[in-house]
């Protein structure tokens, strides 16, 4: 082959995580396609690639965090631990990738720096940074929603004479923590899983927190032997659950509204929640989501719970200041965070009351002057999460259309899977479409089935392009800011979901609120009524 002919592909994939190997797999094996993955890490893996940050450990169950389209690989791995840890899933994912002889069509160490869609030809140029060109009929992004790491822009970042890591990129040898002085700034989900463990190696640990979150006891420990036969034989039963549930988890809500139950059942039903842990305590009511009443039983159960936990009354206000509803930012899990403040070796700082203001070379100072000496600082930061992998791809649709443009006041989608003036192009778990408040690998399955649906149609009626209508597209819009503004969800104003860790991006709630299930038959009607509101030219 030429290298010209080497180039051109039907589909091009970027990123080789959940999405991208299951996406190449659907159309390489079942649709025949020549399909090329580009992936800008060396191994498949995505998300778990670079989180390697100590703790670093899924919050789904681990007999549902993988994929379910196949009843005979699900049951040809067995998970050792509830929630398993990144190298576990990297474990997982790499045996995927061989039993489906995956990695031979993903180029590693390919980052992708540009798209642009070739009218005249009716075909997307995908550029890279070290390796050429290549064009194909269709691009698929498979970049994640939290893959675009969002490091605060610290006075003073480059002065700092230790070591700083982002713990999205953590190095592939670890960190040694041992005699050092750490300062871990950020308490979402990383934050507190990595807390803990930083805490037994650290000389000493300072937590530098803007927005405490409520967390609920992971409750993690090594599967039985029963359980894992329990899972394999009752495969068909989870994989329909997983279908069927609001969030994608093989577990339902509760039919019962905590209004309506009395002070001592509430108690009782939460505390028996409390201790099976994880994140199903959310479910035993249907109420928390929509109710602020509801969701105050919950939030004064875990704020109780945490006073209990922290001895030291001051770190323990702190760590339940919340500005939020129960469960309205991301939902946290932990493995002994609130008690690791009962350590010695750890402290708190609280940076909304005095704020970051510089990295100094010796640590960094906060506006009340104080400075923090510092060996190492960990940025659990998170992302510039669900748009940020997309703005940054630096895609250039119809008419020299940039996407960053298009989305400049939030990002504008027919159901988070196609952009309008981008013909071809499709978003696995783009913005707009149920994506991080669910279970995410049901989702990305149930994109990736999609995607390739509407492949499989596009060649069948002989067409070569798709993209959304206009119409389609504001009444999408209108129909996720009404399920978010349905939930209580759009009250919290310092979540990511909303983009507010990022400085300068637009407000807007990024996910579909509605649910994964309700969501699901949306795209299947829209398939049903001959692609509803997608021009198939
Ligand atoms: C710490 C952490 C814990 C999580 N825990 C859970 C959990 O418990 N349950 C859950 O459902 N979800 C969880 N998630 C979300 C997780 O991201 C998804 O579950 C899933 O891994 C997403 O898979 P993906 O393939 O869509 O994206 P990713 O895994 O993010 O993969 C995207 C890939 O695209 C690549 N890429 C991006 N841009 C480019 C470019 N320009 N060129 C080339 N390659 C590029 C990246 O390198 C990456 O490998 C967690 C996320 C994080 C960060």
New binding site residues.
Partial sequence: MSETSKAQFDAIV????????YQLHLLRDKLGLKVRV????SGV???????RYPG?R???ESHA?CYTFSESLYCSWDWSER?PEQPEIMRYLNFVADQLDLKKDIQFD????GASWDEDVRCWRIM?ENHGEYTARFLIT???????ANIPNFKGLDSFKGQWIH??SWPQDGVDFSGKRVGLIGTG??GV?ATPVIAKQADHLTVFQRTPNYSVPARNAPLTEDFKRSVHKNFEEIARNMKATTN?HPWGVENRRAVETSADEQERLLEAAWQVGGMQFRAVFNDIMVDEAANKVMADFVTRKIRETVKDPTTAEKLTAFDHHYSTKRPIIDSHYFETYNRENVSLVDVKEAPIEEITPRGLRTSDGTEYDLDIIVFATG?DGVTG?LT??NLIGRDGLSLGDVWQEGPKTYLGLQVEGFPNLFT??GPQSPS?L????VA?EQHAEWIANAITHIDQIGASCMEPTSTAVNEWETQVQKAAQATLLITAKSSWYLGANVPGKPRVFLPYAGGMARYRDICEDVVEQNYKGFKVA
């Fill in positions: 970027i990123g080789a995580g959940f999405a991208g190997m580009l992936e800008q890490g893996g995505g998300t778990w690639y670079w989180n670093a899924c919050d789904t965090y929630y390919t980052r992708v720096s890279t498979a970049v994640g929603c939290l893959s675009a713990t999205g989900s990383t899983q994608g992302y992998p940054r791809l696995i778990t991080v669910t279970n995410m690998p990305i």
